[in-house]
Each structure stands twice: as C-alpha cells, then as structure tokens.
C-alpha cells in the first residue's frame, strides 16, 4: 500500500475511522478498559491469536501492542484485526520505538496502525538523550510526523518512563515535551513510574487537560515496586480516575503489569477485577 502525503479523499474519510470511539464516548460516557500487552508477553510471543482469545475472554475491550509489532507485515497485521474484530476487541493505539517516526519508517508505522485501526502512534521511548537540546529535539520529532500522521486518520502520543521526570539541567523533560509539542499528541500517562519518582499523577492530569487520552494503569508501592496488583499499591485511583474523566481528555484505559506473584494471564485477570471495582 502506498502512503501519500497530500490530503486526499481516502485520507478524509480515514480521519473519520476513528470517529466509533469518540461518538461511544460521548453518546454515553463509557471508558473502554484494555490490556497493554507486554502484561503478557510470553503467553504472545508462543502464540499470539491465542494470547488475544484469553485476552478477550477475561473481558478486556481493547489491546495496546508494543513496539516488536512494527516487524509485522502488512499482511500480518490484516489478519490480526481480523482475529480482533472476531473477539470485538478494539485496538487504539501502539507502542513505538523512534524508528517510527523516522522519515525511513514512518510510512511502516502508518500502514501497520490504519491496518490495526489504531487511533494513536505513541513513542515509547526516546532512546539517548543528553541534555536539554535533545528533549526539544524529541518535541520537534513528535511535531514533524504527527503533522504526517494526521493527513491518514491518525495522531501521534508519548509515554513516560522515569527518565522523563527526573531533572535535566533544572527542568522535568516530560514538562518541556508539554509545553512543546501540539496540543493534539496524546501524552499518555504511566501512573507507575509518575509515582515512583515522586510525582504526582493526579496533578499531571490536572496541568495537561485534554491530552491524557490513555492511561497506563500500572500501580506502585515501595515495598513490592511494579510488582504489585493494581490497587495494592499508593495510587490513589479514585481521585486519578476522576481527574482523567474530568479533565485529562481520557479516551480509555490500559492495565499494565510488569510482573506479579501470578501468571502473567491471571494477573491480567485479578487487574481487571480490581481496576472494576475501584473505578464502578
């Protein structure tokens, strides 16, 4: 499939694929609640529909695939919506090194997520970067190819790690990537690692109205880390779902769990539960 850059017909009536989503949020309020699937990411790399199937019968709305996605074919892709669309499980948005926003691989990244249906390409990591100069640096890389994302139904995102809030040269990055990138570029929150550095995720959403359209509910605790259950750790979740709804623009939810106790697909299973009861 060839990408083009011009603002044509086929790219108009694909910046209103990712109108469902939008119109069932506003038609009645309902948050999608998904799973980000490096959760279970041994069960996907032995079988990947299977992993979807189990994903799907635990009662997860919709996935986020991370970044060994991008090495699929066109063809591949196809048939993982299909298998989707069979479990009528939505997917919104992938996980993302540079290299798809990169003149070289944006083109792969945008024809994988109109495949996928995804609504947002997020950069999940930034790889080396020094100083000052190469956080704005990212900013303009965000910039330059959500501006090329948008002419095909798509916008771009950033996910934090802890790098992004620990000083640089006396400035949070994850402040400055804010202040300069389009108010269009989803900054999607990791909850975990917001707190694990001391921050306050509740007040991020708060600064940042409108753009945390996704949420990575990944809990935290001192004593357990990122192997705690969601809800077993400092999250205050209430306040955080609250905020989200209210102010942060969310779109939907992904559970993240980095390791547990259990089975990476009975921890998908207890997170789910848990997130139910502490969000209804």
Request: aromatic share 10%.
């Amino acid at each position: 499939m060839e990408i083009h850059d011009h603002f044509s017909r086929r790219s108009f009536l694909a910046l209103f694929a990712a109108a469902p989503l939008w119109a069932t949020l506003a038609a009645n309020k309902h948050i999608p609640i998904g799973l980000e699937l490096y959760s279970v990411r041994n069960d996907l790399k032995k079988d990947l529909m299977g992993a979807l199937r189990g994903v799907a019968k635990i009662g997860y709305e919709c996935v986020e695939f991370y970044a060994p996605y991008y090495d699929w074919t066109l063809d591949y892709a196809k048939q993982v919506r299909k298998e989707l669309d069979t479990l009528g499980v939505h997917c919104y948005s992938t996980h993302n090194s540079l290299q798809s926003f990169t003149s070289d691989g944006i083109g792969k990244a945008i024809e994988l997520n109109q495949a996928l249906g995804a609504h947002y390409v997020v950069l999940a990591h930034p790889g080396e970067v020094k100083d000052i100069d190469g956080w704005k640096g990212i900013a303009e890389t965000l910039n330059k190819a959500n501006q090329r994302m948008v002419s095909h139904g798509l916008h771009a995102g950033y996910h934090n790690h802890e790098l992004e809030w620990k000083p640089a040269e006396g400035q949070q990055p994850i402040e400055l990537l804010a202040a300069n990138t389009e108010k269009n570029i989803m900054l999607q929150l990791d909850v975990g690692t917001c707190l694990e550095t001391g921050n306050d995720p509740v007040a991020w959403v708060e600064k940042n109205p409108g753009r945390i359209r996704s949420m990575h509910c990944k809990d935290w605790s001192p004593e357990k880390q990122y192997r705690v259950l969601l809800g077993e750790g400092v999250t205050p979740w209430k306040k955080l779902f609250a905020a989200a709804e209210s102010a942060g623009g969310i779109e939907y939810y992904l559970i993240e769990q980095e390791g547990s106790d259990y089975s990476e697909m009975e921890t998908a299973e207890r997170c789910l539960a848990a997130y139910r009861k502490l969000h209804d």
